[in-house]
């Protein structure tokens, strides 16, 4: 219950910014529309370039930007005020609560994530249907293992920037861990080009780590790439790369706690 | 006179240096800042050379012709990202306050807040974008006036991305939270020239000529020094415009900024 009453609330703090959600609305749709084009030039070229055609292309794009802001692909969410908090001492207030630290900011983050799904998820990808030919999910299965694939989406990109987060507590200061780790996302979430895409080894390798969980395997379930049971291990895939990934949250905590000394205190 | 130019310089000098100085304080993270900046710029490039293991022309252009694009505008908007983009937190400031505090300092207001937490890890970006134009550069068959074009694209265009930045930084006087609006068109801006305009439908090509003049950091330039003519079928002087689309944009950019601060009444508090 209390880590609902945390989500609702970091809902509400998000949805306070108004002006800012429609000035990044039409920014993902600008974007959105140039990846677009530059996408329908490569598929004319090559029609079932990575097994996708056209339209799985301006698809792909438009809920790439969809799922941008939901996950947090760039940093962001509630990891940076841990990691402003880590800082400058406040997080020892945080340690001495009766709650878990990364349940509570997990939960933060999830109900900042429902916030940015319905407003910078779900815009962008009306004006992605009004502009261009993009499909639908083809079957109910597809849409819901999409819905259920989102929260699996941003607790593994909540635990990733929690360990980038927790950098802080060793260098003090987590911007640089954060633009290193963003670049990474980046790529290898499938956000900058579709992983199928990739040649060789490279597709291979980005397709196992965990950012493909991000971007990737959320917009293949959508493309109804994933069907039956591989549908049930897409979700697996991404369940299992959460799990351990809040695991390692869990042990690096532990370890800052002990070795860690925060400052001013 | 040459006082009243030279200050403003100096000034942005002097705060630039203590900026630098203060980032230099975490050097992990200043290392990983300098790494991770290169990386995502780097990735970027390596995204669109990818593209090219299943296809061999975007757009009617090669690899190495688009890295030619890529990097004219990545070297561009790198200069005016580095020299000034802070001009981005100009509502950050509306809204803590710390306009009214530069107001009442004897140094230009926009020399103020394009100098703020000046940061060298933005040369990430000039340095990869550089290193993609110098691999495209055999592309092009030389000649003295093909030199002096590119040169002038190089500083036409960070121009024209100094003004995009001041102009749509601007936006935030009236709405002080939006400011990923302008996003939209310097990073938008900068995505788009990364691909030749015939990838785009041609009212957008016109658009990007004569209303917005982005098509001017890149295209036109870049297909005189390949020796094209537009396939949108407009005249070939125009390739040699790129320094008249900058000081258009930088005008209004100028005049704007002074609308927006004339209309500042600060937030009271």
Redesign the interface.
């Known amino acids: 219950m209390l880590h609902v009453a945390v989500a609702r609330r970091a809902f509400r703090r998000y949805s306070t910014y108004r002006a800012a959600t429609v000035a990044g609305i039409f920014t993902n749709s600008v974007f959105g529309i140039i990846y677009s084009f530059a996408y329908l030039a490569l598929w004319r070229q090559n029609p079932d370039a990575g097994g996708y055609d056209a339209a799985d292309a301006v698809t792909y794009v438009w809920l790439g930007q969809a799922l941008l802001m939901t996950v947090a692909l760039w940093g962001g969410g509630t990891t940076d005020d841990l990691a402003e908090r880590i800082r400058n001492g406040d997080v020892a207030i945080d340690l001495y609560r009766p709650v878990g630290l990364v349940g509570w900011y997990l939960a933060g983050d999830l109900g900042r994530a429902l916030y940015h799904f319905l407003t910078r998820g779900l815009a962008p990808t009306v004006i992605g249907i009004v502009l261009f030919d993009i499909s639908l999910p083809p079957s109910p299965t597809a849409a819901l293992g999409f819905l259920l694939s989102i929260p699996l989406a941003v607790t593994v990109s909540f635990a990733l920037r929690f360990l980038v987060a927790s950098t802080a507590f060793w260098l003090l200061d987590a911007t640089g861990a954060r633009i290193l780790s963003g670049a990474l996302a980046l790529f290898f979430s499938g956000m900058a080009l579709p992983l199928v895409l990739f040649p060789g080894w490279l597709g291979t390798l980005a397709e196992a780590l965990p950012f493909s969980a991000m971007i990737q395997v959320p917009n293949d379930i959508w493309l109804g790439r994933h069907t039956g049971l591989e549908l049930g291990s897409a979700l697996a895939f991404q369940a299992g790369w959460a799990l351990a990934l809040l695991a390692t949250c869990g042990l690096v905590l532990r370890l800052a706690t002990r070795k860690v000394v925060v400052q001013g205190g | 006179m040459a006082d009243r130019l030279w200050r403003p310089v100096a000034c942005y000098g002097d705060m630039v240096r203590l900026w630098i100085r203060a980032e230099l304080s ?1 050097p ?6 300098v ?3 290169m ?2 710029n780097a ?2 490039f ?2 669109i050379a ?2 090219f ?7 009617g252009f090669g690899l190495r012709e688009i890295a030619l694009l890529y990097g004219a505008t990545g070297v561009g908007i790198g200069v005016a990202d580095t020299a000034i983009g802070s001009v981005e937190r100009i509502g950050e400031f509306v809204r803590t306050g710390r306009l009214d505090q530069m107001l009442t300092k004897p140094v230009p207001l926009l020399v103020q807040v394009c100098s703020d937490r000046f940061t060298l ?1 933005r040369l990430g970006r000039i340095t990869q974008a550089s290193v993609v134009l110098v691999w495209a550069l055999p592309i092009v068959d030389w000649t003295p006036t093909r030199v002096l074009v590119a040169v002038v694209m190089l500083l036409s265009s960070s121009a024209l991305f100094f003004g995009l930045f001041v102009l749509f930084s601007c936006v935030q006087f009236w ?7 302008a ?3 310097t990073y ?1 801006g900068n ?2 020239t990364q ?1 030749p305009l ?4 041609r009212e ?1 090509a016109l658009a990007l000529t004569f209303v917005l003049p982005i098509a001017f950091v890149n295209w036109y330039p870049c297909l005189y020094l390949l020796g094209r003519s537009d396939p949108n079928g407009l005249p070939d002087w125009l390739q040699f415009c790129s320094p008249l689309a900058a000081a258009a944009v930088i005008t209004v950019a100028l005049l704007v900024w002074r609308t927006g601060v004339r209309r500042y009444t600060s937030t009271g508090s």
């Open positions: 975490y992990a993270s200043f290392a990983m800042l790494v991770g900046s990386m995502i990735l970027d390596v995204a990818i593209m293991s299943s296809i061999d022309t975007l757009g890890r709405t002080t939270d939006a400011s990923e609006f996003n939209a068109f938008g995505t788009l691909y015939t990838v785009f439908p957008v």
